[in-house]
């Protein structure tokens, strides 16, 4: 069954901003910490963000002060607040639960002019 559904994703100019929103079962989000992975075409998966069920948060250095990770738990739901995107940017975006080999299906980003 499906189990984490990425959305929000599409088409932004290169400064534009974009939130990003993965709706969990609530089992999922009440037990596990929460990341959001992306890959580029030709590259491999890297890890973006993540967020522990406390709401510690940590992010890898390319999207520091840029990007922002949250969850709500009222709604079982991550989110990714894109800002200031640049083109390096694009990819897909997919989120998944730390710690287990559940993930969405993602959802592309792509900055360009």
């Known amino acids: 069954q499906v189990q984490l559904v990425e959305s929000g994703g599409g088409l932004v100019q290169p400064g534009g901003s974009l939130r990003l929103s993965c709706a969990a079962s609530?089992?999922?989000?009440?037990?596990?910490?929460m990341a959001w992975h992306r890959q580029a075409p030709g590259k491999q998966r890297e890890l973006v963000a993540t967020?522990?069920?406390?709401?510690?948060?940590n992010y890898v250095d390319a999207v520091k002060g840029r990007f922002t990770i949250s969850r709500d738990s009222a709604k079982n739901t991550v989110y990714l607040q894109m800002n200031k995107l640049k083109p390096e940017d694009t990819a897909v975006y997919y989120c998944?639960?730390?710690?287990?080999?559940?993930w969405g299906q993602g959802t592309l980003v792509t900055v360009s002019s």
């Open positions: 998944h639960a730390w710690g287990t080999e559940i």
């Open positions: 609530r089992i999922i989000f009440s037990v596990y910490a």
């Open positions: 967020i522990t069920s406390g709401g510690n948060t």
